[in-house]
């Protein structure tokens, strides 16, 4: 039997609010188990598309799905609950500013209706796999940017999410930390867990199951 697709985009046309371009014709698949790494330049695109896939945007023609799901056709709940199952990293994917670092972490588990002692417990497993739990306490206008970026990795990782959705993982990074954000991604996907990674850099290390595109001129290459 076929797997269903955790995303696929079939066809869309998309224009910016000035009338420019955007998509054109654009397709792609992510099937459970892989994961996809976006390349483009500023401007090509990559924003656009996490905005698509996570509904805040409907594209001009085409369609967008989820988890077997169109995203257009779901009102704004049930665009919510499609949400809950990505983990996001970077870009649209802020954390709350006056939630603390341990709250922004727990979020997807109190969404998830996950019970106060599982929680705890994998808040604490998080906390020290990403070095946090000095910070624990404090709020996001309190952290470095690299911190920032540990706290988001570590709300995308702790509700094990079907789909994590990472926006420039390097930005920001020291090499130390881009080393340990690499690790990461590299267990993540022996996991088997999918991600969709966009970046403006060439990837200088291959990721295992995971496919690699180019976003030009409004197409994937």
């Avoid at 009338?19 to 994961?35: A, D, Y």
């Avoid at 922004?104 to 996950?114: D, H, K, Q, S």
Wanted: proline share 4%.
């Amino acid at each position: 039997m076929d797997q269903i697709p955790i995303v696929e985009i079939n066809n869309v046309f998309l224009k910016g609010h000035r009338g420019t371009q955007i998509f054109k014709n654009l397709s792609f698949k992510l099937v459970p188990g892989r994961s996809a790494v976006i390349q483009g330049s500023a401007g090509s695109g990559k924003s656009s598309m996490v905005e698509l896939l996570i509904g805040l945007r409907r594209p001009d023609s085409g369609s967008v799905e989820l988890f077997g799901e169109s995203i257009g056709k779901r009102g704004s709940r049930g665009r919510s609950l499609l949400r809950r199952k990505i983990g996001g990293v970077g870009g649209l994917f802020e954390l709350i500013a006056s939630y603390t670092v341990a709250e922004n972490i727990a979020f997807p588990l109190i969404l998830a209706g996950e019970r106060s002692k599982a929680r705890k417990e994998r808040l604490l497993k998080m906390l020290s796999e990403f070095s946090l739990i000095k910070q624990a306490s404090e709020f996001p206008r309190q952290l470095t940017r690299v911190e920032r970026t540990l706290v988001q990795f570590a709300r995308a990782s702790i509700a094990n999410q079907p789909l994590m959705i990472i926006d420039e993982p390097s930005a920001g990074l020291d090499s130390k930390t881009y080393e340990r954000i690499h690790e990461f991604l590299v267990k993540a996907s022996f996991s088997g867990r999918s991600m969709i990674i966009l970046t403006s850099e060439t990837a200088a290390e291959i990721l295992p199951n995971t496919d690699y595109y180019q976003l030009k001129t409004g197409e994937l290459v």
